[in-house]
């Protein structure tokens, strides 16, 4: 009986944390561009947030890729207002410069909807996406990798998480731009 009151009251907890999303709490971070960005600017219009670092070796090369084909996609939609929002996992070596540098690898149809973060250190970032994204950042101290996870975030215009989806395998590009369109409905 013990047990199964133990497992009632988890549940109930888990659904419980699951219901209501709040705006992530505020941040002032700067860009690839030299630019401030907060959560204030981000207001008004859905956007895309994922956890990426420039000198990434596994993931953030398929996942920045795969931002950069649902930007095509939103494009060839017709779909105009949003923003694409990274937050460097790295930010001691993610200059803004090199954030630039990083995205001009990639066929980014509209640089200027891109918003490469930086400007705290990587314990803040750890913190910020713990509690705002429940996500895992962590600095390997073995290597000069960081370990994060691979979600995409798309963000309501109140700045709320509206959907996750996976972001580096089996990327489901035509419902994060159905999801990111009927944000603007």
Same mark, same amino acid.
């Given at each position: ?25 505020? @941040? ?36 920045? @890729? ?5 930007? *095509? ?27 630039? *540098? ?25 913190? @910020? ?30 700045? *709320? ?23 603007? *409905?």
């Amino acid at each position: 009986m013990k047990k199964r009151m133990a497992l009632l009251a988890i549940a109930v907890l888990l659904l419980l944390s699951a219901c209501g999303n709040e705006a992530i709490e505020d @941040f002032s971070y700067t860009n690839q561009r030299g630019e401030t960005v907060t959560n204030d600017s981000l207001k008004g219009e859905p956007w895309l947030a994922a956890f990426v670092f420039t000198n990434c070796d596994t993931v953030c090369p398929p996942m920045t @890729f795969n931002l950069a084909s649902i930007q *095509e996609k939103l494009i060839d939609e017709g779909i105009e207002d949003y923003r694409i929002v990274a937050f460097s996992v790295d930010p001691a070596r993610d200059t803004p410069e090199k954030m630039q *540098e990083y995205l001009a690898n990639y066929s980014v149809a509209d640089e200027s909807k891109w918003n490469l973060l930086t400007g705290y250190t990587q314990p803040e970032i750890a913190e @910020f996406a713990k509690d705002n994204f429940q996500a895992f950042v962590k600095d390997d101290p073995s290597s000069d990798q960081v370990v994060h996870g691979t979600t995409f975030y798309l963000m309501d215009s109140n700045g *709320e998480i509206a959907e996750t989806y996976d972001g580096y395998i089996d990327v489901p590009i035509e419902a994060i731009v159905d999801d990111l369109a009927s944000q603007l *409905e």
